[in-house]
């Protein structure tokens, strides 16, 4: 039987003032770090723990089976990471302003997150979990919700008609979240 390898640990490092030569990151822990820009670098089966990602763009990144704890993502940029394998999870996190603009999120997990005005538009969804998330002005617009459980989520505002909601599961008080359009008033 083999041992799983034990994560490198990368503790309270700024990136943005190294000359970093590394590319690629197999099998990391992040801790307390900071970087400038994640554009062109590839994370693999990654791990960042209280790091501050803020305003960072992942053009042309790699982000495979790559988790977040506690980490504030507040506006980063994640529509221009490749598509192939992207997999990410998020665990308490501040994900206000950031963007996930037409990305495929299918293996992708939300937990315990702040994500208000975030941008969904035309992403994939469709088998992302989440749980106990914040929506507040988040934008979802031709974005596949098909069977998400959002029944622990709220202050959500989808449009069916914009939106593909096929199975998706919602709570009967959220009812208005999804007819918000209609001006109606439900009782």
Known sequence: MSKLKQKEQLKN????????????????EFINCIFSDLSNLS????????????NLKTTSSRLQ????FDCKLVGHNFSGAIDFALELHFENCILDYA?????????????NCKIHAANFTQADLSKTTFTNCDFLE??????NLSTVDLTTCKNFL????????????????DLPNLLYRHDIIIE
């Open 138 to 143: 988040s934008l979802f617009d031709t974005t």
């Open 99 to 111: 963007t996930f603009d037409r990305k495929k999120l299918n293996k992708s997990s939300f937990k």
């Open 158 to 173: 989808i449009d069916p008609e914009l939106n593909n909601i096929k199975k998706a599961k919602f709570l009967m008080q």
């Open 13 to 28: 490092i700024d990136f943005s003032s190294l000359k970093e030569e590394r590319e690629r990151f197999d099998n990391c």
């Open 43 to 54: 994370f693999l089966d990654c791990d960042f723990r209280n790091c501050d990602l803020s």
């Open 65 to 68: 089976n790559v988790s977040y």
